[in-house]
């Protein structure tokens, strides 16, 4: 069992930076893959970016260069760093933890806003 608590969203302005947290409690936290999906209004949950126990990660073609999933095990957490943010980047923000594709945690999510 994982549960998971993202933090740090709000509002940024265009070309700013922001950076999520998500702490998970459970155990076996390591091997798990963990990142982010975020959901814009009236859109689909999207893939943000992900980074597995190994250090393979995986982005969303529309975030590449711009943000970076990071982990630190001992603290259980997993960061979403964003820079350079544009408006479309607006959504609320999840952070999954991902056993097998039979079982994915996810948290609460945290609201992002990107404006002027």
């Known amino acids: 069992q994982v549960q998971l608590v993202e933090s740090g969203g709000g509002l940024v302005q265009p070309g700013g930076s922001l950076r999520l947290s998500c702490v998970a409690s459970?155990?076996?936290?390591?091997?798990?893959?963990m990142g982010w999906y975020r959901q814009a209004p009236g859109k689909q949950r999207e893939l943000v970016g992900t980074?597995?126990?190994?250090?393979?990660?995986e982005y969303g073609d529309s975030v590449k260069g711009r943000f970076t999933v990071s982990r630190d095990n001992a603290k259980k957490t997993v960061y979403l760093q964003m820079n350079n943010v544009k408006p479309e980047d607006t959504a609320v923000y999840y952070c999954c933890a991902i056993r097998s594709a039979f079982y994915t945690a996810w948290g609460q999510g945290t609201q992002v806003t990107v404006s002027s």
């Open positions: 980074l597995t126990s190994a250090g393979t990660t």
């Open positions: 459970g155990d076996s936290i390591p091997i798990y893959t």
